[in-house]
């Protein structure tokens, strides 16, 4: 049964969701616990409006329930509803609305939060109880999404750079007498290197947390409960509470972080933690938040620590494209999630939920997502995202997989980054073109290829690599919209040296691969979980 505050009269009744367990929120403002209370509830909903992973399953109901001991043990009075709780509703606004209908607080307030579905959904129930839901500016964030729509208006395109270098000043971070430290703002010149042949050599290890008992208990219950779900958990160590991710933090910024700007682009076969932070998924549970994580990199930079090249492109993730992605995700939704510019149609590959594929970087990516929630930026982008841009999948099933996988998904960061930088689904509102790429540049960049049977040198053939078929069948069928873009319009003039007979050769064995004639491994016989359709 659901774990109920003490309170007979609540002034102030603070939600607090799965991404918010941040004991510094604006929601606990004025918090007083002779009067006010605590409401949080895990609903089944929350992991089957997409086909979540196990992993990403068990990081929200692991670091909530860790959470919920937090504000026990400051004595803070708390209603929680655990998931395997008798009579449980299943999800997030009957839950609200039961607790409501028992006990009428005086007002209810909670921190922005992360998803419009969510909010709605929560506000609704509010209102129909004849309260006002009252929601708080998100501090965890250096800007808020007023500020950003006033950066916004009247621009037909936005481009984090400029912002990016507004926040940079406004927050005077990595500057100098009003001005970049280093003569730039950014320094992707210097950074983004190969591990070229001899491989990344010894990496630092993961920061690995071993499940305690309260994490453990929910491994149990997502393996009962979720066990048709893709992925395993037999891997489990993330950061669940604040202390780990604060140790997760630290470490980065020791043992990874010099490198990191060097190699934030490469790819390793067998390697899936490199140099990159690990720590987004902290982040978005607000485990962490942005302004400290922020300052722990420069502090390193001035202490002599980081080179400038490192430092300077992790901050632009956090001060830049964190920000520049929340401010697109509210200042466009609702309509934006149906965005869909280049008119794709397609279904998204049935082996994106099981790995099974015999194209050797996308069976790494899919296969290390499916186990540990987690790849690099540049696997999502310009493998995983890549291969669905070319196919011409539907970006709404791109946007819910993504969703479904990752541990740091929430939709304010992940649709974004999804549908317009990934899928172009925007038009180029975020990016400026379409990142469009042979399977050349997954080789350069260290991708698996040299044990894959397709040659990305090939866009014909059977041995051709899918990604530079399909490549080619992308310039062709978007010709003309590529032709107007500045940055994309060389591209398509290679197209003009194509004949007629390869032109034909590159569609048919593109729709081959469309209709799941390539990429499959022949001898598969293996079963296979059907995933939610989207």
């Not at 140099?275 to 485990?287: Q, W």
């Not at 053939?461 to 590529?482: I, Q, S």
Request: hydrophobic share 40%; proline share 5%.
């Amino acid at each position: 049964m659901a774990r109920h505050s003490t309170l007979t009269h609540v002034r102030t009744l603070v939600l607090v969701l799965g991404d918010q367990l941040d004991m510094e929120a604006t929601a606990f403002d004025g918090f007083d616990r002779a009067q006010d209370a605590v409401w949080m509830a895990e609903a089944a909903e929350e992991s089957t409006h997409v086909w979540s992973s196990k992993q990403r399953i068990a990081i929200f109901l692991a670091a909530m329930r860790h959470f919920a001991q937090t504000l026990r043990d400051a004595g803070m009075p708390l209603t929680y509803t655990r998931l395997d709780d008798a009579g449980n509703r299943g999800t997030l606004a009957a839950e609200l609305r039961a607790y409501l209908s028992t006990l009428t607080p005086q007002r209810v307030v909670m921190t922005a939060p992360g998803d419009w579905r969510v909010w709605q959904s929560l506000k609704a129930v509010v209102e129909n109880a004849g309260l006002t839901l009252e929601v708080r500016e998100d501090r965890h964030f250096f800007t808020t999404v007023r500020e950003f729509a006033a950066h916004a208006k009247g621009r037909k395109s936005l481009r984090l750079e400029y912002f990016y270098r507004e926040l940079r000043q406004r927050h005077k971070v990595l500057m100098q007498d009003g001005a970049p430290i280093g003569g730039r703002w950014n320094f992707d010149a210097d950074n983004r290197e190969t591990f070229g042949p001899e491989g990344p050599g010894t990496v630092p290890a993961r920061a690995a947390f071993p499940p305690d008992a309260i994490t453990r208990e929910v491994i149990a219950l997502v393996e009962s409960r979720f066990a048709r779900h893709p992925g395993t958990l037999a891997s489990f160590a993330w950061p669940v509470t604040r202390e780990q991710a604060l140790e997760a933090l630290e470490r980065f910024v020791e043992e990874r972080l010099p490198l990191f700007g060097r190699y934030e682009d490469a790819m390793w076969p067998g390697e899936p933690w490199l140099y990159h932070s690990h720590l987004s998924a902290a982040l978005n549970l607000k485990l962490l938040s942005a302004r400290e994580v922020v300052h722990a990199a420069e502090l390193a930079y001035h202490a002599g620590r980081v080179p400038l090249p490192s430092a300077e492109g992790f901050i632009r993730q956090i001060l830049g494209w964190r920000e520049y992605v929340r401010g697109i995700y509210w200042t466009q939704m609702p309509g934006y999630a149906d965005r869909n510019a280049l008119d794709a149609v397609f279904d998204l590959p049935a082996w994106y939920w099981t790995g099974d594929t015999d194209m050797a970087c996308l069976r790494e990516a899919l296969s290390q997502t499916l186990q540990h929630g987690y790849a690099h930026h540049i696997q999502r982008l310009m493998v995983t995202g890549l291969f669905t841009l070319l196919m011409g999948v539907r970006p709404q099933q791109v946007h819910a997989w993504y969703l479904a996988v990752y541990v740091d998904a929430v939709e304010w960061v992940e649709l974004p980054n999804t549908l317009g930088m990934s899928q172009y689904g925007d038009g180029g509102l975020m990016a400026s073109k379409p990142y469009i790429a042979t399977g050349k540049y997954i080789e350069r960049m260290g991708g698996p290829c040299s044990s894959c049977r397709y040659d990305p040198a090939r866009r014909t053939g059977d041995r051709a690599c899918p990604y530079t078929t399909l490549y080619w069948d992308f310039l062709m069928r978007h010709e003309k919209l590529l032709s107007t873009n500045a940055r994309t319009a060389l591209q398509v003039k290679n197209v003009a040296r194509l004949s007629p007979a390869e032109r034909d050769a590159i569609a048919q064995r593109a729709e081959a691969i469309r209709q799941g004639q390539v990429g499959i491994p022949s001898s598969d016989t293996a079963e296979t979980t059907e995933p939610m359709l989207f």
